[in-house]
């Protein structure tokens, strides 16, 4: 729930989450085995005044798709997630600004999520991971896009790196300099971060990576 999400941010602000996750989810976290620390993030809305995200952001949007169920079992929802990922950059600053994220591959809602979030934050280009069967989702927006006559930087990432050393090197340096700003709302990323490498899942992560490749 809301109020849920926002117990979890204050927690997450005050550098408890590890606490949060062990009173609320039931789970152990060591700090002292991450890669990434909690105190390296930075929070442009903390102060509900007064945000931090400044006036003039050059964004870029990256795609991290899903694999479809197999044919043969359509019902079976794939364990890995969809991340589309906003991010925007000013004056050394990177800045998470916005993201979808769904359990699994729905052409028809992708595309929604897509166009949701470029007319928001107005992305100059998105980056599409496009290994395998992951290359359809680009010819299907660049379908759509000669339909609506709207047309967007698609530029296809073939990184044959694996997801661990990515993100890695996308982070490390940026968020400890006091470089990575994210929403203290933003708790599924911050939890994935502050766990990293043994987070369960890295598509929240590794889609941002992307973006921030795409940026620096």
Not at 115 to 144: C, G, M
Request: neutral net charge; charged residues 35%.
């Amino acid at each position: 729930t809301a109020t849920l999400r926002k117990e979890k941010a204050d927690f997450i602000a005050t550098g408890r989450l590890a606490e949060w996750l062990r009173e609320f989810e039931c789970k152990i976290t060591d700090p002292s085995k991450a890669a990434f620390r909690r105190e390296w993030l930075r929070f442009y809305d903390e102060d509900p005044e007064k945000s931090l995200l400044p006036e003039k952001l050059v964004a870029i949007g990256s795609i991290d798709p899903a694999p479809p169920p197999p044919e043969n079992r359509p019902d079976r929802i794939t364990t890995d997630y969809e991340v589309l990922r906003v991010v925007g950059y000013s004056k050394g600053n990177v800045y998470l600004l916005d993201k979808a994220k769904h359990r699994w591959h729905l052409p028809e809602r992708t595309i929604s999520e897509f166009w949701r979030l470029n007319d928001r934050w107005h992305p100059f280009k998105w980056r599409v991971e496009t290994i395998a069967y992951q290359r359809s989702l680009v010819w299907l927006l660049r379908r759509t896009m000669d339909t609506l006559h709207r047309f967007i930087q698609l530029d296809e990432v073939m990184d044959r790196r694996k997801k661990e050393h990515r993100i890695m090197q996308a982070f490390h340096g940026l968020a400890s300099n006091g470089k990575l700003y994210v929403s203290r709302y933003d708790t599924e990323f911050i939890e994935d971060f502050c766990a990293f490498p043994d987070c369960e899942y890295f598509d929240d992560l590794d889609a941002s990576a992307m973006a921030v490749d795409g940026l620096l």
